[in-house]
T-cell receptor, first 112, second 117 residues
């Protein structure tokens, strides 16, 4: 059974600071997703990482994937309040989006 | 492209009644749709996978007689919560699997907030 672990579960950070969220998973997979969820809303797709060494950046967020270490990271640079949300990683065990297993989520609060 | 809608967005029902939630892929055909449930402060848990024209596959612990799933067309799947009870109150999110041209992805709907009183 595929297990996906995120840490930390809760993260409070000051505006302007940098931090990294980690996503570890237990079986081989080449496809990993990062989503953002605002309170009361559904998932917003942030990144799709499709191969070992993949790195994608959008604004203050950068995601990377190391399939050998079974690890993905979501790095936040110079955080702003608008980034406050819950972030989920999800691993595709099927390789074709037939089965996503979600991490427990990281609730990020950016403080002024 | 790749838009998934859900209806209703929010529903309140009395205990013992049934509620139907619709999930539609608006601009693509989805041979597979997924239903997830999310309790407050928790992650998404897959309830079932439905393929067009065939019976849904339910995850362990999900009662198939309570959560009826129908996937009658390539753009529509429905989830009916039968004899709802307060413990069924949750955020239900569907996703539809479609081909983007670069491969298949799951596209998520906006969710349905169910409150059972």
């Amino acid at each position: 059974e595929l297990k996906v672990e995120q840490n930390p579960l809760f993260l409070s950070m000051q505006e302007g600071k940098n931090y990294t969220i980690y996503c570890n998973y237990s079986t081989t997979s080449d496809r990993l997703y990062w989503y953002r969820q605002d309170p009361g809303k559904s998932l917003e797709s942030l990144f799709v990482l499709l191969s070992n060494g993949a790195v994608k950046q959008e604004g203050r967020l950068m995601a990377s994937l190391d399939t050998k270490a079974r690890l993905s990271t979501l790095h936040i640079t110079a955080a702003v309040h608008d980034l406050s949300a819950t972030y989920f990683c999800a691993v595709d065990a099927s390789g074709s989006a037939r089965q996503l297993t979600f991490g427990s989520g990281t609730q990020l609060t950016v403080l002024p | 492209g790749a838009v998934v809608s859900q209806h209703p967005s929010r529903v309140i029902c009395k205990s013992g009644t049934s509620v139907k939630i619709e999930c539609r892929s608006l601009d693509f055909q989805a041979t597979t749709m997924f239903w997830y449930r999310q309790f407050p402060k928790q992650s998404l848990m897959l309830m079932a996978t439905s393929n067009e024209g065939s019976k849904a596959t339910y995850e362990q612990g999900v009662e198939k007689d309570k959560f009826l799933i129908n996937h009658a067309s390539l753009t529509l799947s429905t989830l009916t919560v039968t004899s709802a009870h307060p413990e069924d109150s949750s955020f239900y999110i569907c996703s539809a699997r479609g081909d983007t041209g670069d491969g298949y992805e799951q596209y998520f709907g906006p969710g349905t907030r169910l409150t059972v009183t």
